[in-house]
T-cell receptor, first 114, second 113 residues
Framework: ETGVTQSPTHLIKTRGQQVTLRCSSQ?????VSWYQQALGQGPQFIFQ???????GRGNFPPRFSGLQFPNYSSELNVNALELDDSALYLC?????????????FGPGTRLLVL | EDQVTQSPEALRLQEGESSSLNCSYT??????LFWYRQDPGKGPEFLFT???AGEEKEKERLKATLTKKESFLHITAPKPEDSATYLC??????????????FGTGTQLKVEL
């Protein structure tokens, strides 16, 4: 069974640029959630995708957007990057997105905005 | 708004010195409380899920318990390889659907020889 994978592992961008991060969910999982983790903080929920539809969103501006594909992989896009966007971006998958389900996390993408 | 507070922020133990980590929470209808372990620069690794007050779960040197207001992660006779940040998260009655997790800021545990 393949776990959650993310790419790239590290990324450096400059302020104002755009970035796309990718996630492949664990085999058999159709729900993907994205979280942002700043240094020394717990992960913060960005949004969740279930069967290619956004299924919940946290307190993040519209320049954070996403997609989920028919194979349940997902992308996180961030436009007009700001210095505060520097963080570890985590993807998590779960079987059906149902309540009480465990979410399994990938290794994350470390984004640095200069 | 759902809130999760973890204490202490950091904990240093000698090998074999047992202790407990605390996670207090305020949520509108707890669906589940989750414990994760996170090593530096890596994604959180799932440890336990607790669903109702009075529930307990164990795995090797770790034991998690749940009350109506807080959860404890007990570490018995820790080893240096238990050094990590331990994260607590809750899943509440999220009206927007799905299974959003609200995390605390974690307890950074260091176990020394």
């Amino acid at each position: 069974e393949t776990g959650v994978t993310q790419s790239p592992t590290h990324l450096i961008k400059t302020r104002g640029q755009q970035v796309t991060l990718r996630c492949s969910s664990q085999s058999g999982h159709n729900t993907v959630s994205w979280y942002q983790q700043a240094l020394g903080q717990g992960p913060q929920f960005i949004f969740q995708y279930y069967r290619e539809e956004e299924n919940g969103r946290g307190n993040f501006p519209p320049r954070f957007s996403g997609l989920q594909f028919p194979n349940y992989s997902s992308e996180l896009n961030v436009n007009a990057l700001e210095l505060d966007d520097s963080a570890l971006y985590l993807c998590a998958s779960s079987p059906t997105g149902g309540r009480q389900e465990t979410q399994y996390f990938g290794p994350g993408t470390r984004l640095l905005v200069l | 708004e759902d809130q999760v507070t973890q204490s202490p922020e950091a904990l240093r133990l000698q090998e074999g010195e047992s202790s407990s980590l605390n996670c207090s929470y305020t949520v509108s209808g707890l669906r589940g409380l989750f414990w994760y372990r996170q090593d530096p620069g890596k994604g959180p690794e799932f440890l336990f899920t607790l669903y109702s007050a009075g529930e307990e779960k164990e795995k090797e040197r770790l034991k998690a318990t749940l009350t109506k207001k807080e959860s404890f992660l007990h570490i018995t006779a820790p080893k240096p390889e238990d050094s990590a940040t331990y994260l607590c998260a809750v899943q509440a009655g999220f009206t927007g659907g799905g299974n959003k997790l609200t995390f605390g800021t974690g307890t950074q545990l260091k176990v020394e020889l």
